[in-house]
């Protein structure tokens, strides 16, 4: 499991995502970018990136993953 699999996997898992993945081997921090976040708490955005991975925290083959997740104009926000 590589920081490039996480990213394609939570790409793939949730609608027009942006993921931006750091850290090293099994402990991980993605900030994640898309529309699907609208309307959401940050608890549901949560879970809705950890779906996407769960089933490699569950065979811990990922320990830690640390989330950030923004829809688009917040990230544009947060960019200053």
């Known amino acids: ?8 996997l939570i790409e793939e898992g949730i ?3 942006q993921a931006i993945i750091s850290g090293e ?3 991980l921090e993605a900030t994640v970018i898309s529309d699907a976040f609208e ?11 950890f779906a996407t991975v769960n089933h490699l925290i569950s065979t811990g083959e990922l320990h830690a993953l640390a ?6 104009d917040e990230w544009q926000t947060a960019q200053g």
């Not at 499991?1 to 394609?8: G, H």
């Not at 989330?67 to 688009?72: D, E, F, L, M, V």
């Open 39 to 49: 309307g959401m708490s940050m608890l549901a955005e949560q879970k809705m990136v």
């Open 1 to 8: 499991m590589t920081a490039d699999d996480v990213k394609k």
């Open 15 to 17: 609608p027009n995502s």
């Open 25 to 27: 081997g099994c402990n």
């Open 67 to 72: 989330i950030k997740a923004y829809t688009p």
